[in-house]
């Protein structure tokens, strides 16, 4: 899936505008690539939102993530072929939820994990979702190609994680 950086910033199934009671981001995306519908959801641990800013953000609520997914995956597993799940979380965290969303009701069949400071080079299936993670603290870009099942599954993920570097002339 190649998308500009424009059309997909800013989407949170668990950011909310306090004040105005409503999400600060739309809370998922829907594009098409090759006859492929993509549902696209991404959440944010709250624990960690509050330790990178070092405390809570005046006007900006974020809520559990779990909820927060089980109300739009059931939308996003209607309307899609493909529900991707991008995750700022704790890799233990991710794993559990996954879990607990595939025991409950629609899950994700693939999650991206953007936390963490270990490269993940392989991806590694939880139930029946896929986790990919590149960490590296921003040193590492992951490329991801998803095989479908014609079923309406992931048959496989190959992912190649691409060491980003800085070769100055000296």
């Known amino acids: 899936l190649q998308e500009s950086a424009a059309s997909l910033a800013r989407t949170s199934a668990n950011i909310f505008d306090e ?26 641990d709250p624990a960690l939102a509050l330790r990178a800013v070092q405390g ?24 899609c072929d493909l529900v991707v799940l991008l995750a700022h979380m704790e890799s233990n965290d991710l794993r559990d939820l996954v879990q607990d969303l595939e025991a409950d ?13 270990r490269k ?11 986790i990919l993670a590149a960490n590296g603290r921003g040193k590492v870009l992951g490329q991801a190609r998803i095989f479908l099942d014609g079923k309406g599954g992931v048959a496989r993920v190959e992912n190649t994680l691409h060491e980003i570097s800085l070769d100055l002339p000296r």
């Open 19 to 44: 004040a105005m009671g409503r999400p600060l981001f739309p809370l998922y995306r829907v594009i098409e690539r090759g006859g492929v519908k993509v549902g696209l959801v991404s959440v944010l």
């Open 120 to 130: 993940a080079y392989q991806p590694r299936r939880v139930g029946t979702t896929w």
């Open 56 to 79: 809570p953000v005046e006007g900006v609520r974020v809520e559990d993530p779990r909820p927060a997914l089980e109300a739009v995956l059931p939308e996003l597993d209607a309307r």
């Open 105 to 117: 009701g629609p899950g994700v069949d693939v999650a991206v994990l953007s936390h963490g400071t």
